[in-house]
């Protein structure tokens, strides 16, 4: 079993950052793959970013150069640096964990409760 903690949303301005961060525990070997995913209340969840042990990383075309996921194994924490922020990155954000490659896929065993960004103009 992985659980996964996440934290460090809050409320911003356009144009701000914020830097999420995702406790991770248990269950090492389902952590071989993580990643970040968003949600907005009626649409499905989105793939924003996903992180492998060697440090190999993929965004979604709509955060790339704002976005940057990182993995601090001696931490066991996930972080996604958010900078550049606009209303349209307003969801609630999860991480998620697996030792499957599903990327940017949903499809993570794993998941997190969330943590709810958002970003007014």
């Known amino acids: 079993q992985v659980q996964l903690v996440e934290s460090g949303g809050g409320s911003v301005q356009a144009g701000g950052s914020l830097r999420l961060s995702c406790a991770a525990s248990?269950?090492?070997?389902?952590?071989?793959?993580m990643g970040w995913f968003r949600q907005v209340p009626g649409k499905e969840r989105e793939g924003v970013a996903a992180?492998?042990?060697?440090?190999?990383?993929i965004y979604a075309n709509s955060v790339k150069g704002r976005f940057t996921i990182s993995n601090d194994n001696a931490k066991n924490t996930l972080y996604l640096q958010m900078k550049s922020l606009t209303p349209e990155d307003t969801a609630m954000y999860y991480c998620?964990?697996?030792?499957?490659?599903?990327?940017?896929?949903?499809?993570?065993?794993?998941w997190g409760q969330g943590t709810q960004v958002t970003v007014s103009s």
């Open positions: 248990g269950g090492t070997g389902y952590r071989s793959y």
């Open positions: 992180i492998d042990n060697w440090g190999v990383t």
């Open positions: 998620a964990a697996d030792r499957i490659n599903w990327q940017l896929l949903p499809e993570y065993t794993y």
